[in-house]
């Protein structure tokens, strides 16, 4: 299996665009999460999807965020309008249902809004 | 070398010697547990995991302690390794499906 897969791996973009992050995740996999990680909050959920459903956004910063999972092999992650503090590497993972709880992260989206 | 919560986030340690990673986590009800590599431009890599039922856990080179009465989880690292050196997260599960991560310690090794 390929693992999570997340593109792009590097954007850059400038204050005020939309941006669009993609994550597939591993095939059989029920669950799907979004994390944001930055030096000074560390690692945080965003949202978690449980069969292409979300369970919990509460950890999604502002209306700015928004998630959606049209299947189960993916997932998509926007920000409209972007601002320079959405700095951060987004990771996707995903987990089966059945199995001790451990989530299988991708390499990450390392985001640059300038 | 040994490393204490949140609070010293880096560990420097001699190749060969063992490592001992602690981690305090905050929610009582918490039943899983789990400890994560990071090394620079990956995402976190699965190590170990333990539940609430259980106090030692072994794998390869790693062992993970819980200690429910302190809230209390460390990783000792056996014989440590140049390639162990990463950020090491440890989590915690409160019975739903959603990791809490604390913040990480950063394991330099020595050669």
């Known amino acids: 299996d390929a693992g999570v897969i997340q593109s792009p791996r590097h954007e850059v973009t400038e204050m005020g665009q939309e941006v669009t992050l993609r994550c597939k995740p591993i095939?059989?996999?029920?669950?799907l999460f979004w994390y944001r990680q930055t030096m000074m909050r560390g690692l945080e959920l965003l949202i978690y999807f449980n069969n292409n459903v979300p369970i919990d956004d509460s950890g999604m910063p502002e209306d700015r965020f928004s998630a959606k999972m049209p299947n189960a092999s993916f997932s998509t992650l926007k920000i409209q309008p972007s601002e320079p503090r959405d700095s951060a590497v987004y990771f996707c993972?995903?987990?089966?249902?059945?199995?001790?709880?451990?989530?299988?992260f991708g390499p990450g989206t390392r985001l640059t809004v300038l | 070398g040994e490393s204490v919560g949140l609070h010293l986030p880096t560990l420097s340690v001699q190749e060969g010697d063992n490592s001992i990673i602690n981690c305090a986590y905050s929610n009582s009800a918490s039943d899983y547990f789990i400890w994560y590599k990071q090394e620079s431009g990956k995402g976190p890599q699965f190590i170990i995991d333990i539940r609430s039922n259980m106090d030692k856990r072994q794998g390869q080179r790693v062992t993970v302690l819980l200690n429910k009465t302190v809230k209390h989880l460390s990783l000792q690292i056996a014989a440590t390794q140049p390639g162990d050196s990463a950020v090491y997260f440890c989590a915690e599960r409160a019975g739903d499906y959603k990791l809490s991560f604390g913040a990480g310690t950063t394991v330099t090794v020595r050669a």
């Open positions: 993972a995903s987990s089966p249902t059945v199995g001790g709880g451990e989530q299988f």
């Open positions: 095939s059989g996999h029920d669950y």
